[in-house]
């Protein structure tokens, strides 16, 4: 059974920075292109950072281009989002997942970006 288990989160002062990470589990990992979404209270999720299950290719939402870094580690079956120059407007839960299973969604990790 696929599982995601995001993680990393926290409060941060606005300029600082996070690496938040998700472990997935229960499907061939290396196979499959990971996206980073992110909700904030009272709006629609959000998408993030996509990445192609070799790395090779990644995208990012207008919202955080040139301040966020989406990679993976296909041994550990992890993907990582290293976040810098965080703003308020960062402050969300973050979530991954995978189009392989589109409705399938973990616990999420909160991301506080507060003075």
């Known amino acids: 059974q696929a599982e995601f288990v995001e993680s990393g989160g926290g409060l941060v002062q606005p300029g600082g920075s996070l690496r938040l990470s998700c472990a997935a589990s229960?499907?061939?990992?290396?196979?499959?292109?990971m996206i980073w979404y992110r909700q904030a209270p009272g709006k629609e999720r959000e998408f993030v950072a996509r990445i192609t299950g070799s790395g090779a290719v990644t995208n990012y939402g207008d919202s955080v281009k040139g301040r966020f870094t989406i990679s993976r580690d296909n041994h550990q079956n992890t993907v990582y989002l290293q976040m810098n120059s965080l703003k308020p407007e960062d402050t969300a839960v973050y979530y991954c997942?995978?189009?392989?299973?589109?409705?399938?969604w973990g616990q999420g990790t909160q991301v506080n970006v507060s003075s």
């Open positions: 229960g499907f061939a990992f290396k196979d499959y292109t």
């Open positions: 997942n995978t189009p392989l299973y589109p409705q399938l």
